[in-house]
C-alpha cells in the first residue's frame, strides 16, 4: 500500500508567507534608509564646526590693522580646520570602502613587532614634547598575515588617540604577546579614561565621549579601526576607568613563517 504526503500548507498560508516577507524586507529598506539619513545628519553636523572656525577666521583676517602675531595666529586655526575637515573626508571614504567590501586586503607575512614600533616612532615628538614615559615590552618573531597598510591605520588611531588623551607627564604602554593562534597587542595609557557607558559606543561612527578633545578628532578613528580588525578577522577590546586609563587589546591570527609574500 503506498502512501502519499500531502502538503498541510494552504494558499492563504502561502500569502502570509509572502506578506512576511514583504513586511520584513520593508522594514530593512526602512533601517537602511534611517541609517543612512542618521550619517548625512553627522556629517552635515561634523561639517559645520571646521567650516565655521575657517569663515570666522577668515574674516578676522581682512582687518587692516591686524598684528603679525595675531595674523600667525588665525592663519594656523584656519589651516588646523581645513587639514580636520580632509581628515574626515578621507575617513568617510575609507569606511565608506571598508564597509561596502570596496578593500580587499593585500596578505603579506611580516613581523608585527617591527610595524609597530615604526608606528609608535611617529609620535616621538608629541611624547618628547609631552613628557610622556614610554614602555615597550615586544615579544621577537612574531609573524601575522595581513595586510600592512590596513594593519598602520589600526596602530596610528590607537597610537593617536593614547597620547591625544594622556595629560603631559602619563605613560603609554605598548605589549605585544603570542600564543600559537594570536598576536596580541595592548596599547594602554594613563589618560583620563572613560566610564562603561562611553565605552560601549566608541567604535560607533562620529560618536565622541570626551568633546573637550573634540577640535582633535571627528569620531569615525575607532570605527576605521573595528572595520579593519573585523575585516582581518581579529579581535578587539577595551578596558577603562575614569582617572585611570584605557586600554585596548587588538588580537590578530599569526604564522609561523618568516617575512614573506603570503601565497
Not at 603679525?68 to 594656523?76: G, H, P
Not at 589618560?191 to 562620529?206: D, L, T, Y
Request: net charge negative.
Amino acid at each position: 500500500m503506498r502512501i502519499q504526503q500531502v502538503s498541510t500548507f494552504s494558499a492563504d498560508d502561502n500569502y502570509n508567507i509572502i506578506i512576511d516577507c514583504f513586511n520584513t524586507m520593508a522594514a530593512e529598506l526602512a533601517s537602511v534608509e534611517t541609517l543612512r539619513t542618521d550619517i548625512i545628519a553627522n556629517v552635515s553636523h561634523e561639517m559645520k564646526t571646521p567650516l565655521a572656525v575657517m569663515q570666522n577666521y577668515g574674516t578676522l583676517l581682512q582687518a587692516p590693522d591686524l598684528p603679525e602675531e595675531k595674523r600667525v595666529e588665525y592663519a594656523k586655526a584656519i589651516t588646523d580646520a581645513s587639514r580636520r575637515l580632509a581628515d574626515m573626508m578621507t575617513n568617510i571614504l575609507k569606511l565608506n570602502r571598508l564597509e561596502n567590501q570596496q578593500i580587499y586586503p593585500n596578505l603579506t607575512t611580516f613581523d608585527l613587532g617591527e610595524q609597530l614600533c615604526e608606528s609608535l616612532l611617529q609620535y616621538e615628538s608629541v611624547w618628547e614634547r609631552k613628557n610622556v614615559e614610554i614602555e615597550t615590552d615586544i615579544a621577537d618573531g612574531v609573524n601575522v598575515c595581513a595586510d600592512t597598510e590596513l594593519l598602520s591605520l589600526v596602530w596610528n588611531n590607537l597610537f593617536s588617540n593614547a597620547f591625544k588623551f594622556t595629560e603631559d607627564g602619563g605613560k603609554v604602554m605598548l605589549t605585544l604577546t603570542a600564543d600559537e593562534e594570536y598576536a596580541t597587542v595592548k596599547i594602554a595609557d594613563t589618560g583620563c579614561g572613560m566610564s562603561a557607558e562611553v565605552g560601549a559606543h566608541i567604535f560607533e561612527k562620529f560618536y565622541q565621549g570626551d568633546t573637550s578633545h573634540a577640535t582633535q578628532g571627528n569620531g569615525l578613528g575607532l570605527a576605521l579601526v573595528k572595520r579593519v580588525v573585523d575585516i582581518m578577522q581579529g579581535e578587539i577590546g577595551v578596558e577603562s576607568a575614569v582617572g585611570v586609563g584605557t586600554t585596548f587589546t587588538v588580537k590578530i591570527r599569526r604564522v609561523d613563517d618568516g617575512p614573506e609574500e603570503a601565497r
